[in-house]
Nanobody, 127 residues
Framework: QVQLKESGGGSVLAGGSLKLSCGASGVVFRGCKMGWYRQAPGKSREMVATLRPDGIINYADDVQGRFTISQSYPKTTLYLQMDSLKPDDTAVYTC?????????????????????WGQGTQVTVSS
């Protein structure tokens, strides 16, 4: 069972930066669409940024130009660099992979049958 785990959340002042990371023990994400979602208190979860295996990136309009999604090589870790943070960015940020993600874990490769979600990491931006 692959368990996505995020790190890098915290509390910052408006205008500050944070970098989130996401990975899973022993896993290389060889052919997966991956992304970051967030959920603020009292709001629905929303897409922040996604990265396709072919490198195509999609950002939510309100983070375009401020956030950067990237991946390590080999593809073990997904990142979200968040700059010029605003109080409205305060949320729990969660890592995601698509269904039919092709991955290798400790040398054995397979395709997932469902989406995977991390447990999330809190980002708090104060003014």
């Amino acid at each position: 069972q692959v368990q996505l785990k995020e790190s890098g959340g915290g509390s910052v002042l408006a205008g500050g930066s944070l970098k989130l990371s996401c990975g899973a023990s022993g896993v290389v994400f060889r052919g997966c669409k991956m992304g970051w979602y967030r959920q603020a208190p009292g709001k629905s979860r929303e897409m922040v940024a996604t990265l396709r295996p072919d490198g195509i990136i999609n950002y939510a309009d309100d983070v375009q130009g401020r956030f950067t999604i990237s991946q390590s090589y080999p593809k073990t870790t997904l990142y979200l660099q968040m700059d010029s943070l605003k109080p409205d960015d305060t949320a729990v940020y969660t890592c995601w992979t698509n269904e039919r993600c092709y991955y290798c874990q400790d040398g054995f490769c397979s395709t997932s049958s469902s989406e995977w979600w991390g447990q999330g990491t809190q980002v708090t931006v104060s003014s």
